[in-house]
């Protein structure tokens, strides 16, 4: 009797063993996978995640089920993510204050570096410096020795405090040497019908926002943040011609929970390269978006460098959420 138990259970431990490497065999994804977005529908992070999230169930032949997670800056969203399983399963697609937000907050809920492993970067959007049709400049220089002639006249909107928008405006107050006064507003739209009023007299903010009040010659853009010029704005400079070394760049990418398996995120990471390069390119380069395919290592690297250059601009500019 104890030789045919012993048996039995001999038995059932090979059939749970062969089934858990049965199971570990399994080709990832195997099942669908929870695509978590941290702002409501619209813009250029829903579209380009949506858009993504399509092509990756196209490739893999498993659905990545958009979920928009809104509020707090994208602390809600992300939060889910980071206390999701680290199996692939759950994912973060977002923006670059996804790194920034938490600089200028009292406290979040999660460590960017420590509760989240960087999967793919997917796209850099450069920004544009816009000011209201009738202030007295032509350019980018006389904007500054305007600014310059007169130190505390000029108001510059930005769409929520630490966006990418709030960086660029900042790094621009120090990198040219002005005084002008910064206006929080609660978003992009409100920030930019009071530019096309002309209550405030500049924003600096992704391209896509301020494109068709430029081409309609509601604003002007006067330069863009990006290293070279854009193929859709090619008479526009950027900001480097006349403020050497200055460039700024709001950017996407998709993250997993920490400790998420290498093959995993090596995997996404291939898949989403793909799907960049698979005709998304001419969609996205005339919103403003410049796709950038590369490894998760490239991309952690990238991320710890604009961290570390977000948070330099945030401690000298002492911006913080009340």
Not at 29 to 54: N, S
Not at 103 to 117: A, C, E, G, I, L
Not at 256 to 270: D, F, I, M, Q, S
């Amino acid at each position: 009797m104890q030789k045919r138990n012993a048996l039995r259970a001999i038995v059932a431990l090979c059939i749970g063993l062969a089934g858990g490497f049965a199971h570990a065999q399994d080709p990832y994804p195997a099942r669908p996978v929870r695509f978590v977005i941290p702002f409501p529908p619209g813009g250029t992070l829903d579209m380009l995640g949506r858009d993504l999230a399509q092509k990756l169930s196209e490739q893999t032949g498993q659905s990545f089920i958009v979920e928009n997670r809104s509020g707090g800056n994208g602390i809600i969203g992300a939060d889910v993510v980071a206390k999701s399983p680290a199996d692939g399963y759950t994912l973060l697609f977002n923006a670059s204050t996804f790194t920034t937000a938490p600089m200028t907050m009292k406290s979040v809920p999660f460590d960017v570096d420590k509760n989240f492993v960087p999967v793919a970067m997917a796209g850099k959007a450069p920004l544009s410096v816009s000011v209201k049709k009738d202030l007295p400049v032509k350019d980018l220089a006389g904007l500054l020795a305007y600014a310059r002639q007169n130190p505390g006249k000029l108001t510059f909107a930005v769409g929520s405090i630490g966006s990418a928008g709030h960086l660029a405006t900042e790094l621009l107050k120090r990198q040219g040497g002005l005084d002008y006064t910064v206006i929080p507003y609660r978003g992009t739209s409100p920030a930019l019908q009071d530019l096309v009023g002309g209550r405030i007299d500049g924003f600096i903010d992704p391209v896509l926002g301020a494109m068709s009040y430029y081409k309609s010659g509601m604003v002007k853009i006067l330069a863009v943040t990006s290293d070279a010029r854009l193929p859709n704005l090619p008479e526009v400079p950027t900001v480097g011609e006349v403020l050497p070394g200055y460039q700024f760049y709001s950017w996407y990418g998709m993250w997993a929970p920490a400790g998420t398996p290498a093959p995993v995120v090596e995997k996404l990471n291939a898949e989403v390269n793909k799907a960049l390069a698979s005709g998304m390119t001419a969609k996205y380069e005339a919103l403003g978006v410049s796709l950038t395919p590369g490894s998760s290592a490239a991309f952690a690297r990238f991320q710890k460098d604009d961290m570390a250059r977000s948070r330099k601009i945030v401690d000298e500019g002492r911006i913080h959420v009340e």
